[in-house]
């Protein structure tokens, strides 16, 4: 069965860069052209598509969030990861991880989330 | 990028039909049969329960069906149970640019 863990810091001041890891278990992540892909969920808010990542390394990424966001693919360790620059309070939310079916196009298995905070 | 519109809330009572709306453009909904759906319950990761606008992961109740029509895709969840109270998201792709769309969900109530 495949598993998602998402890791990283819960506080990141104001300005810095939040930079959060997902390790999966139960498959290759460079396995079959697949697609990862990072959502967030402000406090109060529903959810937010941040970007995504082909298993080849093609990304793609929110237009609001495209000029602050880096994802990369760490094959050997199989992981994937998010970096979010310049971030603001308005960054802070629970980062989930989840795999996104290529053929048709939904996240079929989510990690659990992680509550990033920004606050000096 | 536009999320696409849901109702901020659903309620019924147990036994009860609840359906959802989901509204996009040709550019999304409209354009590709890529609408999921997606229950998520506090603190919990969010679960598939509908994707490719109509079809069903393995172990969601039947009582859960999608449907489609022009731009606007929509959640029915029949025989509402008390663990159905959650919130719910629609999903699309939205082509190259606009990869993945999210609904500003909505809220079910089971009364």
């Known amino acids: 069965q495949l598993q998602l863990q998402e890791s990283g810091p819960g506080l990141v001041r104001p300005s810095e860069t939040l930079s959060l890891s997902c390790t999966v278990s139960?498959?290759?992540?460079?396995?079959?052209?697949?697609?990862w892909g990072w959502i967030r969920q402000s406090p109060g808010k529903g959810l937010e598509w941040i970007g995504s990542?082909?298993?080849?390394?093609?990304?793609y990424y929110n237009p609001s969030l495209k000029s602050r966001v880096t994802t990369s693919i760490d094959t050997p360790k199989n992981q994937f990861s998010l970096q979010l620059r310049s971030v603001t309070a308005a960054d802070t939310a629970v980062y989930f991880c989840?795999?996104?079916?290529?053929?048709?196009?939904?996240?079929?298995?989510w990690g659990q989330g992680t509550l990033v905070s920004v606050s000096s | 990028q536009s999320a696409l519109t849901q109702p901020p809330s659903a309620s019924g009572s147990p036994g009860q039909s609840v359906t959802i709306s989901c509204t996009g453009t040709?550019?999304?909904?409209?354009?590709?049969?890529?609408v999921s759906w997606y229950q998520h319950h506090p603190d919990k990761a969010p679960k598939l329960i509908i994707y490719?606008?109509?079809k069903r992961p393995s172990g969601v109740p039947d009582r859960f069906s999608g449907s489609k029509s022009g731009n606007t895709a929509s959640l029915t969840v029949s025989g509402l149970q008390a663990e159905d109270e959650a919130d719910y998201y629609c999903?699309?792709?939205?082509?190259?640019?606009?990869?993945?769309?999210f609904g500003g969900g909505t809220k079910v109530t089971v009364l």
């Open positions: 040709s550019s999304d909904v409209g354009g590709y049969d890529f």
């Open positions: 139960g498959a290759s992540i460079s396995s079959d052209d697949s697609c």
């Open positions: 999903s699309s792709y939205g082509g190259s640019d606009n990869f993945v769309v």
């Open positions: 989840a795999r996104l079916a290529v053929s048709t196009r939904e996240f079929d298995f």
């Open positions: 990542i082909r298993s080849g390394g093609r990304t």
């Open positions: 490719g606008v109509t």
